[in-house]
């Protein structure tokens, strides 16, 4: 069972060094342990701390083929998004999305969103999601499924990251969404916010899988071992699983909206 690909990776791009290492580093270490291709997904641009810049993604493609030449690994280019609004809008536009190999959307609570009301219903409202005395109310786990579900209807989405992290929802309505739209769900080397249940009813209703490090220091590329023992685990089929002995097919290039 070997990891072909990590398709969720950080770099400096990242800004004020939540990323520590370069494109570079991040294909090197991919190079030593066997990986085939990663992507490079920094954050996206409504990020208030760290999204990368739109100026900076010139630089950021010359990067990746330069790493390229020297590895031998196929680098993609992606952007983590950012949910932005109730009505699942997305902080990659149009032309953003033509440069991009790969896309990745999850919740982040530091954005910049369309409105304060989305502010205060996406980001303030799951602030201290993952403290017990702060646990989500049905309306909330409704309200944040329903913005992911119109997120998924309305982009081109090829993965979903680490869900359910600081963000809780209906776990299998959006599983279920993912599957009709031939989006992965993650299994996060780092993030794995799913009970036993919802782990074997996605397996048991074909849910596409995708294991990812969510590297931001290159050592961690292609460090899974969470995600893998999951696997193990639950006798996840590998078949469902799209970078398992195998390299993930991605939408390049969807119908944008």
Known sequence: MLLYGDYHTHTQYSRFNHGKGTVLENASVAADKGLK???????????????????????????????????????????????????????????????????????????????????????????????VAFRPSKERISRNTTAFLKTLDKYPIDIITHLNFSFQTDTIAVAKMAKQKGVYVELNGKHINFTEEEILTMASEGVKFIVDSDAHVPERVGEVNRAMNLIYKYNIPLSQVANIDKLPKFHKKRNWQ
């Open 37 to 131: 291709q990663i992507a490079i997904t920094d954050h996206g641009f409504n990020h208030e701390f760290f999204g990368i810049k739109r100026k900076q993604i010139p630089a950021l493609q010359e990067d990746i083929l330069n790493a390229k030449e020297i590895t031998g690994v196929d680098i993609l280019l992606g952007v983590e998004s950012n949910i932005i609004s109730l009505d699942g809008d997305i902080d990659i536009k149009e032309e953003d999305y033509a440069p991009l190999d790969v896309l990745l959307m999850g919740f982040h609570r530091f954005v910049h969103t369309n409105s304060m009301k989305d502010k205060a219903l996406l980001c303030w409202a799951n602030l201290f999601d993952n403290a």
